[in-house]
């Protein structure tokens, strides 16, 4: 589905003046679903608003888009299309694919569909994971999210995502039961670190227990399919270091989840294989 596009060159340059960077401060009427609660959304339709592209040195945004997923649920499993656009009306319509991991949103662009490309420019495909927050009866999308060229997955300078459902009329029960203080921070227990990423044969996935815990680390594609398990089984507390042999894995797309279960607490993170 097309954005109107005529509107698009005022609204680009109304948030790009008005859009401090890293947003502005924290709104504590803005709440992180849990796992629970993002199980029982209903995803489907149009998500709008407005894409954030960080410059060089990553310290501001270079340019603000305007940005639209429409998307389609069928259980964890997420495809659809999204939809950019620049201030000067240039546009770029993309297929998408994604998965639910624990509460979150991992998605790729993989296919330009449609597209006007300024003369020396490419539209780079953005791919990542978002979070859903809410905001009253606002549900929303938002999270860094890197972005990568059409070919070799070689990085551009990636930006940050800030999507509203348009009609969420289907959730309002949902978020009326989240309560003031109810935060999904679990994943902010455990960093799942990856290096080099991107990378190009193998990757070392590293985390750090707190506890003794119940650990598995798995690495799946963005269809959802398991790709390999890399552990199962009790570990003690400390740090431990994983590898991941993309090289064995040659005709996936590139983009892999690890996905890690802590005790029943599911973490996530991205890695992605240049190619």
């Known amino acids: 589905m097309l954005m109107t596009r005529f509107t698009t060159t005022l609204f680009a340059l109304f948030l790009f003046i008005g859009y401090t960077f890293a947003g502005s401060d924290a709104d504590p009427k803005v709440q992180v679903l849990t796992a629970n609660q993002v199980s029982k959304l209903d995803l489907n339709g149009k998500w709008s608003g407005k894409r954030m592209q960080y410059s060089a040195d990553k310290k501001s945004f ?20 999204s939809t950019i656009i620049d201030a000067n009306g240039n546009f770029a319509d993309m297929m998408l694919e994604g998965v639910l991991v624990g509460n979150k949103l991992h998605f790729r662009e993989y296919q330009v569909k449609n597209a006007i490309r300024p003369e020396g420019k490419i539209w780079c495909f953005k791919s990542g994971e978002l979070n859903f927050t809410t905001d009253g009866d606002n549900l929303k999308l938002t999270g860094a999210t890197a972005s990568y060229m059409e070919i070799y997955n070689y990085p551009c300078t990636g930006g940050e995502t800030n999507l509203t459902k348009v009609d969420n009329s289907a959730n309002v029960s949902v978020l009326s039961d989240v309560s003031a203080g109810v935060a999904a ?44 398990a890399l552990f199962e089984g009790n570990q003690a507390s400390g740090s431990y270091n994983l590898n ?27 890695m992605v294989q240049m190619r």
């Open 185 to 228: 921070l679990a994943d902010n227990k455990i960093n799942i670190a990856t290096y080099p990423n991107p990378f190009v044969d193998n990757a070392n996935i590293s985390y750090t227990l707190t506890t003794d815990a119940k650990v598995t680390l798995q690495v799946f594609d963005m269809q959802g399919k398991l790709i390999t």
């Open 62 to 81: 270079s340019e603000i888009f305007q940005y639209e997923f429409d998307l389609v649920q069928n259980g964890d499993i997420i495809t659809g299309t």
């Open 244 to 270: 991941f042999d993309g090289k064995r894995f040659a005709s996936n797309s590139g983009i892999y989840i690890v996905k890690m279960t802590v005790n029943g607490d599911v973490y996530s993170s991205q």
